[in-house]
């Protein structure tokens, strides 16, 4: 199967660079992870890019991809005026729709991470991606027994086989891709069983209300800076996660470390060494 190759290609996010980006962080003039999940998510994407200086980790270009495998829905959203839609034009987000034709899971992997490449090609520079789903979400049980492609023909859904085909091919083009609601952290589930190493390009957006969300997000090992509790979701959650993306990215960026600011002298009990100790002490 083609998508076994792909999947192989996926490799993953450099340590040392991630541990890099977190050392600019703890030595940002500020409490030592103060901002929590803005730095886990700024972190990763540096390493996702290639570098943990500052200068060359730059604003991404952001995608709403809606994935469908029903045309009146596919319809729908193009059209704009679907919620995600409204949330990402106000954001500033390109958005697209895809109609997922493919009938088999085959096909559907291969057609979604054609769809991707498709997308990332016309992009330059760095990107990251928001995926929603407009299909409902099919009944699933979460069994770690089953392979990727078990997994998806277990669901049934060509949505979500052809997200997680798009899902591995932004990992192996090192594209990040941010999550929405249960649909596409399945797909994302899929992903990872073809190649667990996906998962360092999987940014979990929000904990919607979608039933089972919570137990999802943790089997995968991600957790998600908000908690909206959408009950249905298309992409909204994963559009407004992003702007938290840019803001983790903004404070790497434009914060001073204490070397920046040409601070050498501290109060003990107060100094970015003491902060440290007691981080450190606290795992």
Known sequence: M????????VLPADRNLIAKAQERFDNLIKPVGSLAKLEEMATRYAAIYGSADKNDVNYPQKTLLVWTANPAQAAAYMQGGKQASVLAANAGINAQTFLVTAESIEEALLEGALLVKEAASMQNGQLVLAFGCADAVPEYKLNNDADGYEFLQQLGSMAIAAMAGGILQAAALKVPVMLDGAATVLAAMAAVKYNAVAKDYLFAGHVSAEQGMEDLLKNIGLTAPLRLDIKICRGEGAVLALSLLDAGIKAYKEMETFAEAGVH????????????KGKQGAK
């Open 2 to 9: 083609e998508i076994d190759v792909l999947a192989a290609n």
């Open 265 to 276: 002298v501290e109060v003990k009990e107060f100094s970015h060494a003491e902060e440290l």
